[in-house]
């Protein structure tokens, strides 16, 4: 692949022209609707066309206290996410036992891409930073850990709000502000207005946040799921969404149609006397 990168003094993350990152992402892309099906372009293309704010976020994360610990410990996360037998045993009603929901509810696996297979490949290919390469791991990871922070379901309503809490995080992001437009104009089940009220409702929960990348979720798996909102200044969903979660179990033609169905853990939850 060919993506020229440098870096900033003290090891910052690396940088590239606007034309290589297009180039990139243009060129995954290509690859992505060819005859092959390939988990490592889709990857390719997020990073490049998401590469500015990337490398924002990897400065931000580097003034923080926390963040400066992540990088230079560099845990496992994926350690646990992927450990059945120790989200299992985690307290029902945390935010491990909340995550392992989530993920059985809906038939998903831990983590979005392979770490090994997909990820790993790309950051030597462009000779990242390992810290840099670190960040994009482990936010790779969390993709579905947001979704429990937040909430929302995998349907296509919950990720209109899930984009949009992660657009709330990430500041000025135009990729995730043109995802987001598309999804709100693709997405059936509702108006137009109220899939773009429920998105900047996302948006403005998640600017309120705090970092959620710096976050030490190894050591946020056994606590309460609420007192881990309530820490991480993540507004509870009644507030932020007054009208509700926007849920929908409209799909594009071409899925399976095995259907969406709404989750809220706290409901599951057998209240204590």
Known sequence: MILTVYYFAMGSAPATSRYEQVSV?????????GLTFRHDQIFE????????TLAREFEKLRRLPEGRRLLRD???LMSKLGDDEYLAALPPGSLGAAYRDFLRQHRLDAGVFDAAGVIQPVIERNGWDPDFGYMIARGTALHDMFHVL????????????????????????????VF?????????????????????EAVERGRAARNLMAAPYEELLAR?????RADLDIAPAAV?????????????????????????YEATLTPTA
């Open 25 to 33: 992402g243009l060129r995954a892309l290509t690859r992505i609707f």
């Open 45 to 52: 293309a997020v990073i490049a066309f998401g590469y500015p």
């Open 74 to 76: 560099k845990p496992d």
């Open 150 to 177: 937040g909430g929302y379901g995998p349907d296509p309503g919950g990720e209109i709000g899930n984009l949009g809490f992660h657009h709330g995080q990430l500041g000025h992001c135009r990729t995730t502000a």
């Open 180 to 200: 987001g437009l598309i999804l709100c104009a693709i997405v059936g089940g509702a108006s137009w207005r109220r899939k773009r009220g429920y998105w900047h």
């Open 224 to 228: 309460p799921l609420s007192e881990v």
């Open 240 to 264: 932020a969404h007054p009208d509700g979660h926007f849920f929908t179990s409209w799909q594009l033609p071409s899925m399976d149609g095995s259907g969406y169905e709404p989750w809220d």
